[in-house]
């Protein structure tokens, strides 16, 4: 019998309010309030939650440990008998076992929501989708900044952020939005 998707909440800490921090602008202003809707619907029904925390070993970083910034937002603060998965690279898979607690709780689904689009939340849909697993990313429960190209030119950052979304769907992960993931759990399409 499949079990029910796992909510793969990546890296939603409050060192991503500093936008002068990461260079610019960034879209997506409800990321954090459509993961905040995923997770209580999660939590009614007692699905698994997993979050994933970004210790950054870089000096200065406002993702070290023990910055403020390291500290999960508010919205989707983890609570007792939710995992919490430390990495201090992009993939969520390299450095934790995060493949090994998938594989011995069962689960073969992923719903992934998280910051940044184009950096930690891609390279963990990535390797989940080469692992094997059966990844839905939620489009509208991600964000990014804007970026500068090596020749200097600035990239908007709803412009990364979709052409990251396309670079991943169909061939890592499915890219839904959020009510699309929650009409498809209501219905019981990916859970049976």
Not at 14 to 30: E, I, M, Q, T
């Amino acid at each position: 019998m499949k079990k029910a998707p796992a909510l793969l909440l990546i890296d939603i800490q409050k060192a991503f309010d500093s936008h002068a921090y990461w260079g610019g602008n960034r879209n997506n202003a409800h990321a954090e309030a459509n993961a905040e809707r995923l997770l209580i619907y999660w939590r009614a029904q007692g699905w698994p939650v997993i979050h994933v925390r970004h210790n950054s070993i870089l000096l200065g970083s406002v993702l070290a440990e023990g910055e403020t910034g390291n500290e999960f937002k508010e919205e989707v603060k983890p609570i007792e008998g939710e995992p919490i998965f430390s990495k201090s690279v992009n993939s969520a898979f390299i450095g934790t076992n995060l493949q090994a607690y998938l594989v011995a709780e069962g689960i073969q689904a992923l719903v992934v929501a998280g910051l940044t689009t184009d950096h930690c939340v891609s390279t963990t849909t990535r390797m989940a989708g080469n692992f094997g697993f059966e990844t839905y990313l939620v489009a509208d429960a991600t964000a990014t900044f804007d970026k500068i190209g090596f020749d200097g030119q600035l990239y908007p950052a709803e412009l990364v952020h979709q052409t990251a979304l396309a670079s991943l769907h169909t061939e890592f992960a499915t890219v839904l939005t959020t009510n699309q993931v929650l009409e498809m759990v209501s219905a019981g399409h990916l859970v049976s």
